[in-house]
Structures are given as structure tokens and as C-alpha cells.
């Protein structure tokens, strides 16, 4: 079945505290993306990555970081969570230009 | 100005009725648009996408695209209650198209 698989689905943790969500994909797609959702705002482009070592900075990045080293993951870490970070992750993938898949989310608190 | 832009509603429609949902968006460049639907809790699931001028259509679905004038529009024809829930418009922005902005989204209720 394809998938976009996020983990974990949530989680609650405290200020500073590195974490690190991860998404797999399993239909070859060349295309990933982290999108962070909130009341009011929509969904919000973190990074995306275009390829394997790949990647670019979308609408919002700061206090993220992602990296691209296998064509099928692309974890998004948060070195030093604040609460402003807490928000609906989604992670996505695609071909280039194509509609993306969407995973079912990350729910993250940060106290 | 939003680089997208939706009414965030909501709307509301009869059962039946055709749901007209609107997004324009600032960059002339823009190749792909896409519309997608999120109920609550869920994430987003492709209605349409359409990449040329003119209407493009899928069962109660049709998306039209304008790019002289810069908007691209849903409408959902025999609206039903199953159809309620936040519709959001996409577009591929930026150097190679690549940087994908979203509207905030048109919640849509459909009453029975």
C-alpha cells in the first residue's frame, strides 16, 4: 500500500529537549516536504527537499532542521523546542509538480 | 498580501446545491494548483488538481483556472452533507516550482 508514514503520531515534551520526528515514504518519490499547521493559518511550508541531499528552506524554518540521506525519509529535528513549536506536523511526498501524499500527522506539544 | 488567499467561510449550502470555493494567488510564474480537502483531525486528501487554463472536471467536481487573472476556483455540484469540511487551495511557487503555499482554507458546511 503506498504510504507516507510519520512517528511518532504524538507527543508531549519540554523546552530544549532535542527531538526528532521522522517520515518514510514507499513510493519512490522524488519530492518531500514538512508542513506545520495551525488554527487560522493553514498548512505552512517548513523545508522541502527535492532529492537525496537536496534540500530548501520553505515559509517558516527557523528552529528546524531536516535532512535528506536516503531517498525515502526525511526526518524533521528539533534541536532545542520552544513553545511556539507546538503545532500539526505533516510530512509529504510527491513527484515533482504532482499532488502530494500526505502522512496522517504529528501532534507536538512542547510545555 | 497573502501569496494565497481564501475566504475562510464559512460557507454554508443546502444539500444539493452547488458550492462555489474561490483562491487567488500572487505569482504569474505558478504552474501546478491543487485543491485539496481536510476534515477535522485528518490530513488533507487531493480533490483536483489542474495545471492549464480553463475547467477541468471530475464527477461533482470542477476546478477552473484563470491565470490572467491570477484565481482558481472549486465548485461542488449536488453538494452533500459528507462534503462539509475545510477545503484548502494549493499552489507550486518559486524557481522550478518547488515551494508549495497554502491558503488558509474555506470550511464548508452542507446542510441536510
Known amino acids: 500500500e503506498a504510504q507516507v508514514t510519520q512517528n511518532p503520531r504524538y507527543l508531549i515534551t519540554v523546552t530544549g529537549k532535542k527531538l526528532t520526528v521522522t517520515c518514510s515514504q514507499n513510493?519512490?518519490?522524488?519530492?518531500m516536504s514538512w508542513y506545520r499547521q495551525d488554527p487560522g493559518l493553514g498548512l505552512r511550508q517548513i523545508y522541502y527537499?527535492?532529492?537525496?541531499?537536496?534540500?530548501d528552506k520553505g515559509d517558516v524554518p527557523e528552529g528546524y532542521k531536516v535532512s535528506r540521506k536516503e531517498k525515502r525519509n526525511f526526518p524533521l529535528i528539533l534541536e532545542s523546542p520552544s513553545p511556539n513549536q507546538t503545532s500539526l506536523y505533516f510530512c509529504?511526498?510527491?513527484?515533482?509538480?504532482?499532488?502530494?501524499?500526505f502522512g496522517d500527522g504529528t501532534r507536538l506539544s512542547i510545555l | 498580501q497573502k501569496e494565497v488567499e481564501q475566504n475562510s467561510g464559512p460557507l454554508s449550502v443546502p444539500e444539493g446545491a452547488i458550492a462555489s470555493l474561490n483562491c487567488t494567488y500572487s505569482d504569474r510564474g505558478s504552474q501546478s494548483f491543487f485543491w485539496y480537502r481536510q476534515y477535522s483531525g485528518k490530513s488533507p486528501e487531493l480533490i483536483m488538481f489542474?495545471?492549464?487554463?480553463g475547467d477541468k472536471e471530475d464527477g461533482r467536481f470542477t476546478a477552473q483556472l484563470n491565470k490572467a487573472s491570477q484565481y482558481v476556483s472549486l465548485l461542488i455540484r449536488d453538494s452533500q452533507p459528507s462534503d462539509s469540511a475545510t477545503y484548502l487551495c494549493a499552489v507550486n511557487m518559486g524557481t522550478g516550482g518547488f515551494k508549495t503555499i497554502f491558503g488558509a482554507g474555506t470550511r464548508l458546511f452542507v446542510k441536510a
Open positions: 527537499s527535492m532529492n537525496v541531499e537536496v534540500t
Open positions: 509529504a511526498s510527491s513527484w515533482w509538480g504532482q499532488p502530494q501524499h
Open positions: 489542474i495545471y492549464s487554463n
Open positions: 513510493m519512490n518519490h522524488e519530492y
